[in-house]
């Protein structure tokens, strides 16, 4: 199973939006809402911003959302903040009863 | 609060085998799975497989087929992620992550390192 692809890096000044965007195929992304979000700064272990593609757990800031379209999700941080710079990985449940994460995205907040 | 506690650093040599433990002091499992996820150095998160706690359940993902075992002793609320015939690839944090109920990877161990080095 192949990782989602995933830009290497996205990097937005503060209060900007910025979009992450997580392509995968027709056996993993395309098929299923079981898509996820995580937030990881160095060091930690990581943390679960968006679950089924666009539900936000308790306490996760409402600037962060979620979609789809076809093979790919996407993550928008609107309102850019410094503590939101991080690694960010998508990841996917698959046809195969898996789970694949995203090559991981590097943000950058200028 | 979900905690998820587990065992500390290893260091191991090639070829040895090494063993995982991930707890929920005060919480069961049996509704749940635990994933396993590593993280080499520099890299990016990397799916390992799950384990169904209360019925010992597994599904690994194919890079680690034959070479990792997850189990768990229910009787002390503990999970285990086992991986033999390590090389420096393997070399990684591993982290466990609750899974499988209305919020899938909600909770997160601290993650153990383990080091494999000659």
């Known amino acids: 199973q192949s990782a989602l692809t995933q830009p290497a890096s996205v990097s937005g000044s503060p209060g900007q939006s910025i979009t992450i965007s997580c392509t995968g195929t027709n056996s993993d992304v395309g098929n299923y809402n079981f898509i996820s979000w995580f937030q990881q700064h160095p060091g930690k272990a990581p943390k679960l911003m968006i679950y089924?593609?666009?539900n936000r757990p308790s306490g996760v800031s409402n600037r962060f959302s979620g979609s789809k379209s076809g093979n790919t999700a996407s993550l928008t941080i609107s309102g850019l903040q410094a503590e939101d710079e991080a690694d960010y990985y998508c990841n996917s449940y698959t046809s195969r009863n898996t789970y694949v994460f995203g090559t991981g995205t590097k943000v950058t907040v200028l | 609060q979900v905690q998820l506690v587990q065992s500390g650093a290893e260091v191991k040599k090639p070829g040895a085998s090494v063993k995982v433990s991930c707890k929920a002091p005060g919480h069961t499992f049996s509704d749940y799975f635990l994933h396993w996820v590593r993280q080499a150095p520099g890299q990016g998160l990397e799916w390992m497989g799950w384990?169904?706690?209360?019925?010992?359940?597994?599904k690994y993902a194919q890079n680690f087929q034959g070479r990792v075992t997850m189990t768990r002793d229910s009787s002390i609320n503990t999970a285990y992620m086992e991986l033999d015939r390590l090389t420096s690839d393997d070399t990684a944090v591993y982290f466990c992550a609750r899974g499988g109920g209305d919020i899938d990877f909600d909770y997160w161990g601290q993650g153990t390192l383990v080091t494999v080095s000659s």
């Open positions: 089924d593609v666009s």
């Open positions: 384990i169904k706690p209360n019925s010992g359940g597994t």
